[in-house]
């Protein structure tokens, strides 16, 4: 079974200066039991709202094939098949010498049209610079939208969030709420619902786009 049973969310700021959330999924597994797979699949909103799917998996494992296999059945079924996907094999540091000499040669000249995977170690850290890069290429270029908020202090997730991955212009606290104006990436507001915290006539769509300098 997975270890991972709630998705962790953090933000992460890319090459580029790009803010953006970097959700980690519960691990899909092959013939779930009908009775958890209600509650398999209500996990797996983060990813049917990605921008971009990261598919890690293990290649030091004789049966990677198999399993990524699974997970594009999974995927599939899900409805996000023709979302944009980056492939990650990880835990090179366990390839024999030779295979691994193996790999990055076939990574190195992949078939025309198609995009090679990215070879990592998240125990040595070895190749993840080439992805956070890759993952950069890979992610559209969002629009944003100019806000005002009217955000409960207790929704302490929420506001952390606006700052982290949005701009804030300015911020004050009146009685239990914190009144913000900012702009935020279009999928952000969305998925954190923020419209129903947005003062009446503040909602705007704006011209500027995530990936400029803040």
Known sequence: MFATLDPTIRALRLPSGRRVLLSD?????????????????????????????????????????ELDEAVKKILAELGVAGRPILYVWNKIDLLPPQERTEWQKSVAHPPEGIAPPVLVSSLTGEGLDELLKRVDGALPTEPVVKLSLRVPLAEGRTLALVHALGHVFHSTVDDSCMLVEAEVPVSMARRLKLEDYAVNGTFHASPSFIGRER
């Open 25 to 65: 999924t519960v691990g899909f597994i092959r013939a779930l039991p009908k009775g958890l797979m209600t509650a398999f699949r209500a996990t797996l909103e983060e990813v049917q709202e990605a921008a971009l799917i990261v598919h890690v998996s293990d290649i030091s494992s004789a049966h990677h094939q």
